[in-house]
T-cell receptor, first 116, second 109 residues
Framework: GAGVSQTPSNKVTEKGKYVELRCDPISGHTALYWYRQSLGQGPEFLIYFQGTGAADDSGLPNDRFFAVRPEGSVSTLKIQRTERGDSAVYLC??????????????FGPGTRLTVL | GIQVEQSPPDLILQEGANSTLRCNFSDSVNNLQWFHQNPWGQLINLFYIPSGTKQNGRLSATTVATERYSLLYISSSQTTDSGVYFCAVEMNTGNQFYFGTGTSLTVIP
């Protein structure tokens, strides 16, 4: 596609429920990143994939958060037992590779998650 | 982790004015990007600039990696320039971005 797409654009859920957020990277991009942005803050790193494997998941806040990228393209961020503090905009980005010079990151429009 | 500080935090400009936004970072970096986050939340790439100077229309950026700072210049500002400007850096030891807290720019007609 022309850019990174994310679905849904908005998600409202109740505390304790399970949610899945989807990211479609730019076609041909091998690296995919997830960030979370709270109101008034800059985005914070969660996890990134190089191909199908999670190369760095050090930003995931706890074991309720999990992400997959089974075929090296689309990725799904999964949040179990949601809490009100999980409310934020979840941003996805992709880059051609992770090598210096070709690792410019391009961001999707985000999914706004609200946990009631 | 690396510290990324942006200044000023807020800026109000009259349309047509020029401005300079600054990004300081605390460690060596592989990559630095400037973004404009529009009122709808979309992060728009402005510059990929780990070092040197680049220009794109009314915008230009300079990164002095050895002194750990980058500058974004906006000339002849327009109301559509309003929004939050972020710099993001990638350390030598990883591929994740660390974002600054942003500069919120408001351009008034």
């Amino acid at each position: 596609g022309a850019g990174v797409s994310q679905t849904p654009s908005n998600k409202v859920t109740e505390k304790g429920k399970y949610v899945e957020l989807r990211c479609d990277p730019i076609s041909g991009h091998t690296a995919l990143y997830w960030y979370r942005q709270s109101l008034g803050q800059g985005p914070e790193f969660l996890i990134y994939f190089q191909g199908t494997g999670a190369a760095d998941d050090s930003g995931l806040p706890n074991d309720r958060f999990f992400a997959v990228r089974p075929e090296g393209s689309v990725s799904t961020l999964k949040i179990q037992r949601t809490e009100r503090g999980d409310s934020a905009v979840y941003l996805c980005a992709s880059s051609l590779t992770v090598a210096a010079g070709v690792d410019e990151q391009f961001f999707g429009p985000g999914t706004r998650l609200t946990v009631l | 982790g690396i510290q990324v500080e942006q200044s000023p935090p807020d800026l109000i400009l009259q349309e047509g004015a020029n401005s300079t936004l600054r990004c300081n970072f605390s460690d060596s970096v592989n990559n630095l990007q400037w973004f404009h986050q529009n009122p709808w939340g979309q992060l728009i790439n402005l510059f990929y600039i780990p070092s040197g100077t680049k220009q794109n229309g009314r915008l230009s950026a300079t990164t002095v990696a050895t002194e750990r700072y980058s500058l974004l210049y906006i000339s002849s500002s327009q109301t559509t320039d309003s929004g939050v400007y972020f710099c993001a850096v990638e350390m030598n030891t990883g591929n994740q971005f660390y974002f600054g807290t942003g500069t919120s720019l408001t351009v008034i007609p």
